[in-house]
């Protein structure tokens, strides 16, 4: 990264997010661990610096740079051509042997992140930027302004299972950048999603050949949201994977039920509610689909009838708790049983106090939101108990690709 003024390397300090409650058991998602609390706090925005969040590579420490350029945009490499995917041999010190290394450019030009993927951003100064920041994930009623990308898909000459990432960004006080990662097999089965943190490369359940990024972007509280300028992400394998157990068929629970609403909202994804709308939610990013396709899908069967939906929200109560996977690899609250939502053993028998994992008093045992053409088509008039297979688990899960492009809301 070039600049006219002096750099300096910060370590990234780490701070809690806060989830704020707007219903009863409603689909609620938060301000997460921020990538970087402020280099310089304060100075960063009115030096217009340009820092590089590192989401680090797979051996090395967790650092932050910022250089001041007085130009308030990300700068790239003044050499590097716009809006590129370029892979490139990664350095031995940056990464174990037979790792690669590539990167995306997130200028707006067609190999960054397309506009069939994007989320409420958009590409302004030479990075990628929420387009509206004051628009919120409906269920979450933050005040904060989200959107996300995916990027494109990059196919790898040999099995990986482990992904570390690293953005050019600048992150104004208070404002989140998070990068989730999941990877594709010979079979073209995607894995779940899982977030490549600080200083934690992003482990893959299972080795794979094509991995994908998902960027979501936070704004503060003042309104301003990250810019980011580029991504590298680079993937290997160190031979310790140990894969999730599967199912021959995919995993069934019975869980509470409640009705989501919200019409003309935005989901996690980006979708705009509408009435008579057929999606879930479920509290997790790990099985959240992009916007418009059906890839991480439920069946959902309720008193009238099962109906099939994708996951195109996060919620409710939690946004940590991928209840459906087996408590070894779930994300948080593994010593629950799989099957058994946090917010359910919370309202049931006081788990946690009796709190969801944001310290909200848990009103109801909700582990999945039915938008309202889902809620109603499944036979509720009322919030109530559910049976839900996970479509996407299982060895013969079929979540694949454009295959999944399909209308949702198939009924029997």
Not at 40 to 66: D, E
Not at 80 to 96: F, G
Not at 214 to 225: F, N, Q
Not at 362 to 374: F, K, R, S, Y
Request: aromatic share 4%; proline share 7%.
């Amino acid at each position: 990264m070039r600049g006219r003024g002096r750099r300096r390397l910060h370590h990234i300090a780490r701070t809690g997010g806060t989830e704020h409650a707007d219903r009863t058991g409603g689909t609620g998602r938060t301000d997460r661990i921020p990538l970087i609390d402020s280099i310089r706090r304060g100075t960063v925005l009115r030096r217009s610096a340009v820092c590089a969040v590192v989401l680090p590579a797979l051996a090395g420490p967790l650092l932050g740079t910022c250089t001041g350029t007085g130009t308030g945009t990300i700068a790239a490499s003044a050499d590097a051509p716009a809006a590129r995917v370029a892979s490139v041999a990664s350095e031995t010190s940056e990464a174990t042997r037979d790792s690669v290394t590539w990167s995306v450019e997130l200028d707006g030009t067609a190999d960054g992140a397309g506009p069939d993927d994007d989320a409420n951003v958009h590409h302004s100064g030479g990075a990628l930027r929420i387009r509206d920041t004051g628009l919120a994930a409906a269920s979450g009623r933050t005040g904060r302004g989200q959107g996300s990308a995916v990027l494109p898909v990059h196919h790898l000459p040999h099995e990986v299972d482990r992904v570390a990432a690293e953005a050019v960004a600048e992150v104004p006080p208070g404002a989140q950048l998070l990068v989730d990662v999941r990877g594709r097999d010979g079979s073209g089965r995607w894995t779940e999603w899982r977030e490549a943190a600080p200083g934690v490369p992003a482990r893959l359940p299972r080795t794979v050949t094509d991995v994908q990024a998902r960027l979501v972007l936070r704004s503060g509280p003042d309104g301003t949201g990250p810019a980011v300028g580029r991504l590298r992400l680079t993937a290997d394998s160190d031979g310790r994977a140990t894969p999730a157990p599967e199912a021959d068929v995919p995993f069934t629970a019975r869980v509470f039920a409640t009705r989501e609403g919200l019409v003309g909202g935005t989901t996690a994804n980006g979708h705009v509610i509408r009435p008579d709308d057929r999606f879930v939610a479920l509290p997790s990013r790990r099985g959240l689909s992009p916007k418009g396709s059906a890839e991480y899908s439920v069946r959902v069967c309720g008193p009238a009838r099962c109906e099939t939906a994708p996951v195109w929200d996060v919620g409710p109560w939690n946004i940590r708790d991928d209840h459906w996977n087996p408590s070894s690899v779930r994300e948080m609250f593994q010593s629950l049983p799989q099957g058994l939502p946090e917010a359910q053993a919370a309202y049931e028998s006081g788990y946690n106090d009796g709190l969801d994992g944001f310290g909200r008093r848990v009103l109801n045992p909700a582990g999945i939101d039915l938008a309202d053409g889902t809620f109603y088509n499944v036979g509720l008039d009322d919030n109530g108990w559910v049976t839900v297979t996970y479509l996407w688990t299982g060895d013969t899960a079929t979540a694949r690709g454009n295959e999944g492009r399909e209308g949702p809301g198939n009924a029997s």
